[in-house]
Nanobody
Framework: QVQLAESGGGLVQPGGSLRLSCAAS????????GGWYRQAPGKQRELVAT???????NYADSVKGRFTISRDNAKNTVYLQMNSLKPEDTAVYYC??????????????WGQGTQVTVSS
């Protein structure tokens, strides 16, 4: 069993910054891919950024140059640093972890979501 705990969301003014964290716990052998997704009201969930176990990253065009995804393998935690936030970044942000348990079974888990609201 794997659990994901997200934190760091909130209300911020345009141009501000927030840092999201996603801590994984449980019978984890490895997290091969960590990612952040978001879903705005009335829209489909979309990819924000992903990071592999080796540190390779991928970003949605809309956040390139403003958001940075990173990970701490020792803590099984993935971060999303969000700078220069815009009102259109307002959404519920979900983390996703793909990896293997200590019994070498593959898993995919989603966090419960954290609200990010960018407004003056």
């Amino acid at each position: 069993q794997v659990q994901l705990a997200e934190s760091g969301g909130g209300l911020v003014q345009p141009g501000g910054s927030l840092r999201l964290s996603c801590a994984a716990s449980g019978s984890i052998q490895s997290i091969d891919l960590g990612g952040w997704y978001r879903q705005a009201p009335g829209k489909q969930r979309e990819l924000v950024a992903t990071v592999t176990s080796g540190g390779s990253t991928n970003y949605a065009d809309s956040v390139k140059g403003r958001f940075t995804i990173s990970r701490d393998n020792a803590k099984n935690t993935v971060y999303l640093q969000m700078n220069s936030l815009k009102p259109e970044d307002t959404a519920v942000y979900y983390c996703k972890a793909e990896g293997r348990t200590t019994r070498w079974r593959s898993f995919i888990y989603w966090g419960q979501g954290t609200q990010v609201t960018v407004s003056s």
